[in-house]
């Protein structure tokens, strides 16, 4: 490898943005093969543009797998910078279609169970009434997956339970989080589930009942663990383990199982006949629910006017108006 520094001229004069776009493809699928057929070009001129590429940058950008390729930590270094160009070019085509021909845009929205249910909808519907041109794209996932695409341009927005503690993806992309509402915890039950004729007075009467709690690695496991630990009790021992809201709602409904969740979430479900709420005094906070988004890029006019789409979402759910979200 050489040590020769790069400047900025000279990687203008010799990158290619259909070589970055094809570097993108290689690095997401992790295979020059699929990457290929995506982009209908052949296997050895995506091979090339890689070697290209390798050639500038005065390094292996991937190495061989049984499965594929695997990105070096020069190719995952570049794959960051990459995800943000291929961003900032979407970002740039949307504002010029905007402004030619009157189109509303795209926005790419994260969010997360506590979101999912009722107000993403809301605020959606809400957009899709004012500018039906608008197109919305809805990935739902983990904060571990999330919260790195909306880093490096992936999705514009993340809808949901905000971290709690700075996240380590920050120190290279900082993130701004706005608060909309703190939500609390409740306990659910399926509609058919027995425990709805009989008063329940405490958890304690409940733990020892198969039970359906987050994955270890959601900010909503931390919540479930705290609330069994303040009420004195060990986790229960028959669990599963699941964030799908329409996985929990069919084995509620098919099992007599109980399920934490997110009270917002739970009264939509409870209000369409499908779940009981178990009022229980201890269920206790939940966390604050909110949206993120890039502090150092400017938001496109559709997450713009998605996110006071969602303010407005919050507002008309506040007492006297709960349905609307």
Known sequence: ???????????????????????ERVLETRSVVRAANEMRLTQPAVTKVIHELESCFDGALFARSNRGVVPTDLGLLLGRRVKSLMAELRYMTDELNDFRLGTSGHVIVGTLISASARLLPAAIAMLKA?????????????????FPALATGDLDIVVGRLPE????????????????????????????????????A?????????????????????????????????????????????????LLLETPRIALMPRVAAQQFADAGLLRIVDLPETGAFGTVGFSVRSNKEQSTACQAFIECLKEAVELARPGAAAAV
């Not at 490898?1 to 570097?23: D, G």
């Not at 198969?210 to 303040?230: G, K, N, V």
Request: net charge negative; aromatic share 4%.
């Open 1 to 23: 490898m050489q040590n020769n520094p790069l400047s900025e001229i000279s990687l203008i004069r010799r990158l290619k943005l259909n070589q970055l776009m094809i570097f």
């Open 130 to 146: 004012r500018t039906p041109n608008v197109l919305v794209t809805v990935r739902e996932g983990t904060t571990a997956h999330l």
């Open 165 to 200: 503690r700075e996240l380590p993806i920050a120190s290279a992309f900082p993130l701004t989080h706005e608060a909309l509402f703190e939500e609390s915890l409740c306990v659910v039950v399926g509609k058919g589930y027995g425990l709805q004729a009989a008063p329940v």
């Open 202 to 250: 405490s958890l304690a009467e409940l733990v020892d009942s198969p039970w359906i709690l987050p994955t270890p690695d959601s900010p909503a496991r931390l919540s479930a663990e705290h609330l069994f630990r303040a009420a004195g009790l060990a986790l229960p021992t028959d669990i599963v383990e699941s964030l799908s809201i329409l996985t929990n709602i069919g």
